[in-house]
């Protein structure tokens, strides 16, 4: 019953910070071959790079995956701002076909690569060091990989400890129902170690310190799993006020599970708060809306794509001209309700990216 | 071999139910083992035993169960598919859309089962008449349906249906969910289908003994390859309910479903290679998962449990039908 | 479709003539048969005979509909038999028992004795569901057993639970029951005991009476000389010899058998 998470663009964050654990899997969408994102990318085994800027060259391993765009597309644009040429993998979930894509870069000489290993760093290390010894700048997409010069990461725990923040000042000061009687579920996946628990862990923590109460917890990634577990969890205890989940997907499960039961009356939506992390696509667009039925969707702990994509050609560029750090720590927004116009923003932005 | 008596006439009777019960029991151990799991749980928490939760534990596993009959079949008659996951997500992804495109409700429903039909009749064309190796297409299917989805949907979820939609799998019908309903009444036809029609019969015989069927003039492709369009339609069928119950169609749903599928199947006595099995023993099996998700979530058993104690009654499972087999085999041993 | 298995009593008003002209058969390099001809007429008994690998079976098969042979030509009753699938064969009136039997082992007696025959219930518009009569079927079985008295324990036991000569027999009587034209047996002996043999001799000859052509095919001279009223001998894929069998026949048999002659 293992979920594909690399396949599903809907666990954005995951996907990007998971590679990892989830790099075997990745396959599954590698028949997308004619996705509409890599149509216009510039093929690997174009011509050789300009020589007076350089180039920087980017395997996602992914390519046909729904949010590549989001972070390519601003990628490409801040290499060409700042004379680079931009070349792109087209790997689609093969391993094989990745360090093929890697040696293409070696061969053309890049000046730089920024690379998300989709099948662990083991079958990416010989190119990677063959790419280092002809002097090309490495950087990891998602994790440090070997011989790499920098990194490109994400602030997971400063993130979930944001995002259980304004859980704890909605418990703190909207939550109209009982503390006493409050209880809360925390989905988790802790299959994929410490880049999950690195979010699940801060949450649990901080939510248990402030209100006294350890949540229940469930494993969930996906929609209908997330729906599942909480409709079960709530004959075990049918007034749980707070989900969070590890990623948008599980969350808005837990949604569609309490989204009935405030439209009927059977709960009140000022005792519900929901959450995830991610910043999904979805997660968003109910949050621009409101927060969907009763607005019990209020937040969303979101990793900004077009940053990202844009960092993925700065952080490169930075090292080659010997200026800045040589690890990127990405951070979460926490997107509200309290704000629908920024996840409406960030909404548009993505969209413009992806038409 | 002692027929050597005077011809006393042949009988007509079941053999009497002290004997059959027994290997009834060992064959369909899962129900059995069904029972030990409710007396566990109802012992152990008292959230377990009420009305709602049985009747939640039902409309959680009605999208395995309706998918589970008609494979089933396909594993009686010696076929496998592991495509069902997938074809679940890509007919609820065309489902969706439709419906977003704001086509009515019976047209969505129409184009979503019309693709389910569609795809089970070109993996059972491929596996039967063209007679590729099932394994081999059902797991390409698998894995291009899944990429189709993506494309498709743009890797994008659709959500917020028409009331009309949404009715069907959260409303309820004389109390009963309504999912529940379709997966009783598709049980209810495979088990007529199974014990008292030819075609159930056809099944078993291809399963048991493909030549011997062929021999008596039944076609070794005709009914596997209904009866993967059967896969395909429940497969839609499926993904309908999931979409109107989650309101929503996200390009990642029906992950896992082919799993959860077959090891329903194969936990209710069906076994690979064919022939063996009851429609009652698959339901046992279907609610056996479904009850062991349920039990360890509300003993608040940790996550990973719940994945573990799966696996364990499926290697059980095996156990038993091996265990079954071998008695069966000792005592014809004896008999002869 | 015919409803009913035989009143074993009824005899066939057709007159059947077999030909068989020319066949050829060919496994890769191997030639199963090379030009086998012979005729047969309703009455007859006759012997198919030979040793291992004469290609006795590879023949039955190409009656059966589960061989298409490489050239030549099966007529029934002078016209031309297209016997492309064991479908087409059973529909032509041919019924064979196979060397291994083809029973369905989960299934029960009457399950086996129905198969692909099965009684249907219900109006006519939903036949197509295919809903067994059950009952109807088991009294059928029952009776048809009975007729040829087969000894078996019960029409409901499945066949995995009879022993070897009760499943051999089953087998036989199936094609007995069915056969409308010709039963072709391979090896119906093979399995049983001296008591059982004589029961499938004794539904050999009911099918003679019955004007039913039968061809056997055995090792047992005794056998042969005991029904068979002609027999034809193959060897190496082609007519070694055709010969009117009488009481005295078995010597002459074995040496064409073993191309002693």
Redesign the interface.
């Given at each position: 019953m293992r979920k594909s998470v690399i396949a599903a663009p809907a666990v954005i964050g995951l996907v990007l910070a998971l590679a990892a654990c989830g790099g075997g899997s990745s396959s599954s969408s590698s028949s997308a071959e004619a996705a509409p994102a890599s149509s216009e990318a510039a093929p690997a085994s174009s011509e050789a790079p300009a020589t007076e800027g350089g180039s920087v060259a980017f395997s996602y391993g992914n390519e046909s995956a729904g949010i590549y765009p989001i972070v390519a597309k601003p990628a490409a644009a801040q290499a060409e701002s700042r004379g680079f040429e931009f070349l792109e993998g087209s790997a689609n979930g093969d391993c094989d076909k990745q360090v093929q894509d890697l040696e293409n870069f070696v061969t053309q000489q890049v000046s730089a690569i920024v690379v998300l290993p989709i099948c662990g760093v083991e079958p990416v290390t010989p190119v990677l060091a063959m790419a280092k010894e002809a002097g090309i700048t490495i950087v990891g997409y998602s994790q440090p990989v070997p011989s790499g010069d920098g990194a490109i990461v994400y602030q997971n725990v400063a993130g979930a400890e944001a995002l259980a923040a304004n859980a704890i000042d909605w418990y703190t000061n909207e939550f109209t129902g009982d503390k006493e009687d409050f209880s809360w579920v925390l989905y988790t996946y802790d299959q994929c170690g410490q880049p999950c628990t690195d979010r699940t862990d801060p949450i649990r923590a901080a939510i248990t310190a402030a209100t006294g109460v350890e949540p229940y917890e469930a494993e969930s990634v996906a929609e209908d799993t997330g729906q599942k577990a909480l409709e079960t969890l709530l004959q075990k205890d049918p007034s749980i006020d707070m989900v969070i989940g590890i990623n948008d997907a599980g969350a808005l499960g837990a949604y569609a599970a309490l989204a009935p039961l405030v439209k009927d009356g059977t709960r009140e939506a000022s005792e519900l708060y929901v959450a995830g992390m991610d910043g999904q696509t979805e997660a968003l667009e109910l949050i621009a809306e409101g927060g969907g039925e009763g607005g019990i969707y209020r937040a969303s702990g979101a990793l900004i794509l077009d940053d990202l994509g844009r960092a993925v050609a700065d952080l490169p560029i930075d090292i080659l001209q010997g200026q800045g750090a040589s690890t990127l720590e990405l951070p979460y927004e926490i997107v509200t309700t309290a704000d629908p116009a920024r996840a409406r923003a960030i909404v548009d932005t993505y969209n413009s990216l992806t038409q | 071999m002692s027929t050597t008596q005077a011809f006393t006439g042949v009988g007509i009777e079941a053999e009497p139910l002290r004997q059959r019960l027994p290997l009834w029991l060992l064959r369909n151990g899962i129900v059995v083992a069904l029972l030990v799991e409710i007396l566990f749980f109802w012992s152990q928490s008292e959230k377990f035993m009420t009305v709602s939760n049985i009747r939640l534990v039902f409309l959680q596993v009605a999208i395995v169960g309706i998918i589970a009959v008609p494979v089933a079949f396909l594993l009686m008659s010696g076929y496998i598919d592991f495509s069902m996951g997938s074809v679940l997500g890509f007919t609820a992804a065309i489902i969706g859309m439709t419906l977003d495109g704001g086509s009515s409700v019976l047209v969505a429903i129409g184009a979503g089962i019309l693709a389910g039909a569609a795809v089970g009749a070109l993996q059972g064309a491929m596996s039967t008449k063209l007679t590729f190796s099932p394994i081999i297409v059902t797991l390409g299917f698998f894995v291009g349906v899944q990429g189709l989805t993506f494309v498709i949907t743009d890797g994008k979820m659709r959500s917020g249906f028409p009331e009309a939609f949404t009715a069907i799998g959260q409303g309820r019908t004389l109390g009963i969910p309504n999912p529940v309903l379709i997966m009783l009444a598709v049980f209810a036809l495979g088990w007529i289908v199974h014990t008292r029609t030819r075609w159930g019969r056809y099944t078993v015989a291809l399963g048991v003994n493909a030549e011997a069927a062929h021999r008596a003039g039944i076609s070794k492709t005709r009914i596997p390859f209904w009866i993967y369009v059967a896969v395909g339609v429940a497969s839609a069928v499926a993904g309908l309910i999931a979409a109107s119950r989650l309101d929503a169609t996200p390009p990642t749903l029906g992950d896992g479903t082919e799993i959860e599928v077959l090891a329903a199947v194969l936990l209710g006595g069906v076994s690979f290679g064919g022939g063996r099995g009851s429609l009652i023993g698959v339901l046992a099996g279907v609610l056996f998962i479904g009850l062991l998700n349920n039990g360890l979530i509300l003993l608040g058993a940790p996550p990973f449990w719940v994945r573990v104690s799966s696996g364990v009654a499926l290697v059980v499972a095996a156990g038993l039908t091996a265990l079954a087999i071998y008695i069966e085999k000792k005592k014809q041993g004896t008999s002869t | 479709m015919s409803a009913t298995p035989i009143d074993t009593d009824t005899v066939a008003d057709v007159t059947t003539s077999l030909e068989v002209c020319d066949i050829v058969k060919s496994f890769g390099a191997v030639k199963a048969l090379r030009g086998v001809s012979f005729t047969a007429h309703a009455g007859e008994v006759l012997g198919l005979l030979g040793d291992n690998g004469a290609g006795k079976t590879t023949l039955v098969k190409c009656l059966?509909g589960?061989l298409a042979p490489d050239s030549g030509q099966i007529l029934i009753n002078g016209s031309r038999a297209h016997i492309t699938?064991?479908?087409a064969s059973?529909s032509l009136g041919i019924e064979?028992v196979?060397q291994?039997?083809?029973?369905?082992?989960?299934?029960d007696v009457a399950?086996n004795l129905f198969?692909?025959r099965?009684e249907?219930r219900g109006p006519k518009l939903l036949q197509w569901?295919?809903?067994?009569n059950?009952p109807q079927m088991?009294?059928d079985?029952?009776a048809t057993?009975?007729s040829l008295?087969?000894?078996?324990?019960?029409?409901?036991?499945p066949i995995?639970?009879?022993?070897?000569?009760?499943r051999q027999a089953v087998a036989v009587g199936r094609a007995v029951a069915w056969g409308q034209r010709i039963v072709i047996m391979d090896e119906p002996s093979a399995a049983?005991?001296v008591?059982?043999t004589r029961l499938v001799l004794d539904l050999i000859r009911q099918l003679q009476h019955r004007n039913i052509l039968v061809v056997l095919i055995t090792h047992n001279m005794q056998q042969v000389v005991e029904v068979c009223t002609r027999a034809v001998v193959l060897r190496h894929g082609t007519v070694a010899g055709d010969i009117a069998v009488g009481p005295e026949s078995a010597r002459d048999l074995v040496d064409l058998i073993t191309g002693a002659v």
């Open positions: - | - | 059966a589960i699938s064991p479908k059973r064979t196979h291994d039997l083809s029973l369905i082992d989960s299934l399950g198969l692909n099965e249907i569901f295919g809903w067994m059950q088991r009294r079985a029952k057993l009975d008295h087969i000894n078996i324990p019960s029409v409901r036991r995995q639970r009879l022993s070897g000569g009760q049983l005991g008591e059982q």
